[in-house]
């Protein structure tokens, strides 16, 4: 067991950033996965645990959860809805980084995130056709932050040919408008709160990578933010630095004691190199011995 956690931790460092965002959603599903089951044996329902992390439409719960509106990006509520996630977040995750780097992929998957989310919550409440789901609905899923990744990577290579299984070759263009045009038509289905949140990922997908192409970029602050608190789990972030040691009044003691003790060396050096010279002549000396009978000749 030891083994295989130490495996995949190894290759969590080495995974690229997609890599790593798909590790930390499996995880925190099969994490909270194993909470449930484990309250069902106990006759516990893991209802107020999961609705902790995941983002209610009413605002009124959400000043009373308001980390909810990054943890739900994480949260998913059944396998083929993370399956699905992390198979788009793994296909345009590689296809992204080809034309912008890791840490704008980290920070726009945030920042899709926030962007649905709030469109989400703002959605809920403006519209009166939502009144009556306002205060039970809540929100989960990645897909606001992998549709932000579509999105941006479709606005920067709009005629890139994507593969799809019975449809053929597609350019990027068309399939990330036809994603987004399904989500408009879908917006007062049964999963609303979903297709929301979805087209507010797109926006901020757009809304990045057009920012981007001006010199722009939308990522900074958030990338800024979540190195802050990473640099806050590091090791020597918590280790206690050592005291420096301070010697009032014995620094020029000390310098004066090398600079005698060196003086003394050079010179008991030149006073044997002379006695040997005396005794066997020039050519009997070594060439460093040679060069310090002529820089103390200098001097």
Known sequence: MAHIIADLKDSFRRGNIFIQL?????????????????LQLFNRSAADVFDLLALPASFVRFIEQPWSLFTYMFMHAGLLHILFNMLWLYWFGQLFLSFFSGKHLRGLYVLGGLLGGFLYMVSYNVFPYFEPLVAKSTLVGASASVLAIVVATAYREPN?????????????KYLALIVVLSDLLFITSANAGGHLAHLGGALAGLWFAASLSKGFDMTAWINKALDAIGALFEKKTWQRKPKMKVHYGSARHEKDYDYNARKKAQSDNVDRILEKLKKSGYESLTTDEKKSLFDASKK
Do not use: C, D, E, K
């Open 22 to 38: 798909i590790y930390i959603n499996v995880a925190v599903f099969v994490v909270t996965t194993l909470i449930s089951i484990l």
């Open 160 to 172: 890139y040919p994507v593969r799809l299984f019975l449809f053929g070759t597609v350019r990027l």
